[in-house]
């Protein structure tokens, strides 16, 4: 079912998520589409779907104390 990026971060606050059949805004922000995947262990969503070239993976939340991230 598709979701917007706000109804997302309301339902998956402090998830991992794989979203596929996403919709991209005017600057090339993801701004909805279906979650098919959510762990809090970020290991479990990119071994299972990190190569699927049609998904898009994320973070919803604010980063914990501790982690970084490379861009």
Do not use: Q
Request: glycine share 14%; with cysteine; aromatic share 12%.
């Amino acid at each position: 079912m598709y979701k917007t990026m706000d109804e997302i971060k309301t339902e998956f606050d402090g998830f991992w998520v794989c979203i596929i059949n996403y919709k991209e805004g005017e600057f090339g922000e993801v701004i909805g589409g279906e979650v098919i995947a959510h762990d809090k262990n970020s290991k479990a969503i990119v071994e299972k779907w990190g190569s699927n070239s049609g998904a898009y993976l994320r973070y919803i939340g604010s980063l914990p104390e501790g982690m970084g991230v490379l861009l």
